[in-house]
């Protein structure tokens, strides 16, 4: 088991940047992909950004594609989110999430609900986008 923990959420302007992080801990060798996901007020979390541990290969939503960029630093065992150019829309609490499967590399993990292979999560940062 893992423990994730994010930080790096606030208030932002349009426009604005952010970067949040997530440290994951524990017996973290079998964990591949993590992953960035956001759940705004009555609506499904979705999937934002992910990030194999093994290759760093990526996936993106298409929502954020061109704004948002994800990365690791294995060392630290931190993901990053970068995010740029923000919009009110984005607004959201934002979890980290990580699969102990170490073969799963992010497979749909853009979906909507994540898929059960997100095994790990964190208790989520707060992220407001707004004038």
């Known amino acids: 088991q893992v423990h ?18 997530c440290v994951v801990s524990g017996f973290t060798l079998d964990y591949n992909a993590r992953a960035w996901f956001r759940q705004a007020p009555g609506k499904e979390r979705e999937g934002v950004a992910c990030i194999n541990r093994a290759d760093g290969s990526t996936d993106y939503a298409e929502f954020v594609k061109g704004r948002f960029t994800i990365s690791r630093d294995n060392a630290k065992n931190t993901v990053y989110l970068h995010m740029n150019n923000l919009k009110p829309e984005d607004t959201g609490v934002y979890y980290c999430g990580a699969s102990s499967e170490p073969m799963y590399y992010c497979e749909g993990a853009m979906g909507v609900p994540p898929p059960p292979d997100f095994d790990s999560w964190g208790q989520g940062t707060q992220v407001t986008v707004s004038s």
């Open 4 to 21: 994730l923990k994010e930080s790096g959420g606030g208030l932002v302007q349009p426009g604005g940047s952010l970067r949040l992080s």
